[in-house]
Nanobody
Framework: QVRVVESGGGLVQPGGDLRLSCAVSGDIAALYQMAWYRQVPGTQRELVASITDRGRTNYANSVKDRFTISRDSNKNMLFLQMYSLRPEDSAVYYC??????????????????WGQGTQVTVAS
């Protein structure tokens, strides 16, 4: 069983920085990608950034050049370094692990594992 636990959220002032961490345990040999999503109550969960098993990254336009996703494969850790935070970045941030056992893997056919989320609040 794969377990996903986020940490590092909190209250930060506009323009500040924050680093989120995600610890993953269990067998992730079939890793397709890891990602950070965020959700504001009443809205749809949105992709913030993702990193494939080969290290290819993808970012939402709203966070490009401000956020950096990285992964420590040896420790099964995922990170999201957030710079120049804005009030609109406030949300619950979720770590996601996608595993795929197919010959032609895709996110749509992957098994998804989620953490419980960590709150990020950007306010004065």
């Amino acid at each position: 069983q794969v377990r996903v636990v986020e940490s590092g959220g909190g209250l930060v002032q506009p323009g500040g920085d924050l680093r989120l961490s995600c610890a993953v345990s269990g067998d992730i040999a079939a890793l397709y990608q890891m990602a950070w999503y965020r959700q504001v109550p009443g809205t749809q969960r949105e992709l913030v950034a993702s990193i494939t098993d080969r290290g290819r990254t993808n970012y939402a336009n709203s966070v490009k050049d401000r956020f950096t996703i990285s992964r420590d494969s040896n420790k099964n850790m995922l990170f999201l370094q957030m710079y120049s935070l804005r009030p609109e970045d406030s949300a619950v941030y979720y770590c996601n692990v996608a595993l795929n056992y197919g010959l032609v893997p895709s996110l749509e056919t992957s098994y998804l594992y989620w953490g419980q989320g960590t709150q990020v609040t950007v306010a004065s």
